[in-house]
């Protein structure tokens, strides 16, 4: 069975960090782009960034509103997805979903993991 | 930035035919996919590269793309389908999100 398991969700004050961690089975980890995706409370999807695979060089996007804070690694030897999320703020206070990516272009996502909730708050 | 809009809410008769919109410039040149979230759950996806159903996914939900906007559709809708809805596209290298539609199956 496939899954994605999210952790090291938590209450962080407004400029701390925090790093998440995606744990992946059942499938070839190493194979997949893999991505983030937030939900605030009661709120919207929203796309915070990607990682590529080792064909290309694991190159990584971010949204503009996580740029230059947030930075999305892997360790494909451990089959995890990591999010290291750096100065945030209330805004950030959200359920982090990990995601994998079916196809090289114009993906979708499938499955999505349960989240992992952050708030960011003193 | 590219933006997709949804309708806030959809509200449907058991039984009868829901049609949800994602309206986006030239988002027919795009794929777009469907994610159903209920609440309290992860999304599920429903529909991908405009029209395209993942296994388990029942035949009652297809999907269309051309122009300006994709619909998802949804036949003979139960009170099952009653979730959140959510259309996917790429812009260059970012994924956008359309805002979501509340369905209601009254």
């Known amino acids: 069975e496939v899954q994605l398991v999210e952790s090291g969700g938590g209450l962080v004050q407004p400029g701390g960090s925090l790093r998440l961690s995606c744990a992946a089975s059942?499938?070839?980890?190493?194979?997949?782009?893999m991505d983030w995706v937030r939900q605030a409370p009661g709120k919207g999807l929203e796309w915070v960034g990607r990682t590529g695979n080792k064909a290309n060089s694991y190159t990584t996007e971010y949204a503009a509103s996580v740029k230059g804070r947030f930075t999305i690694s892997r360790d494909d030897s451990k089959n995890s997805l990591y999010l290291q999320m750096n100065s945030l703020r209330t805004e950030d206070t959200a359920v982090y979903y990990c995601v994998r990516e079916l196809a090289t272009l114009s993906s979708w996502f499938d499955p999505w993991g349960q989240g992992t909730l952050v708030t960011v708050s003193s | 930035s590219y933006e997709l809009t949804q309708p806030p809410s959809v509200s449907v008769s058991p039984g009868q035919t829901a049609s949800i919109t994602c309206s986006g410039d030239?988002?027919?040149?795009?794929?777009t996919c469907w994610y159903q979230q209920k609440p309290g759950q992860s999304p599920v996806l429903v529909i991908y590269?405009?029209?395209k159903r993942p296994s388990g996914i029942p035949e009652r939900f297809s999907g269309s793309n051309s122009g300006n906007t994709a619909t998802l559709t949804i036949s003979g809708t139960q009170a099952m389908d009653e979730a959140d809805y959510y259309c996917q596209a790429w812009d260059s290298s970012t994924v956008v999100f359309g805002g979501g539609t509340k369905l209601t199956v009254l």
């Open positions: 590269q405009d029209y």
């Open positions: 030239k988002l027919g040149n795009k794929y």
């Open positions: 059942g499938f070839t980890f190493s194979d997949h782009y």
